[in-house]
């Protein structure tokens, strides 16, 4: 059974800083997979879309969000079938819960607080 781990979330004040750790705890390679990361603010209605913030494919290409390019990172540890979030200049926007994916599997999220 594939399960994705999540940490690294928390409450941060505006301008700080956060990183997210996500590992697929199975031995079978993700790495012809797409890893990354994506949101849900608080007070969206009940099956809104996850909004995708970063992406990187296999072949190491990263995608992000508009709103989060140049604020963001993402890397992966193909080794370890882990993907990494580095997240600064946080804003109070970015306060949201953050899911891991991995493939098709979607991590339990983590929430990231960012207070004015």
């Known amino acids: 059974q594939v399960q994705l781990v999540e940490s690294g979330g928390g409450l941060v004040q505006a301008g700080g800083s956060l990183r997210l750790y996500c590992a697929v705890s199975v031995r079978t390679t993700f790495s012809s997979y797409s890893m990354g990361w994506y949101r849900q603010a608080p007070g969206k209605a009940p099956g809104t879309q996850r909004e995708l913030v970063a992406v990187m494919q296999s072949g190491g290409m990263r995608i992000y969000a508009g709103t989060v390019k140049g604020r963001f990172t993402i890397s992966r540890d193909f080794a370890k079938n882990a993907v990494y979030l580095e997240m600064s200049s946080l804003k109070v926007e970015d306060t949201a819960v953050y899911y891991c994916?991995?493939?098709?599997?979607w991590g339990q999220g983590t929430q990231v607080t960012v207070s004015s």
């Open positions: 994916k991995a493939g098709d599997h």
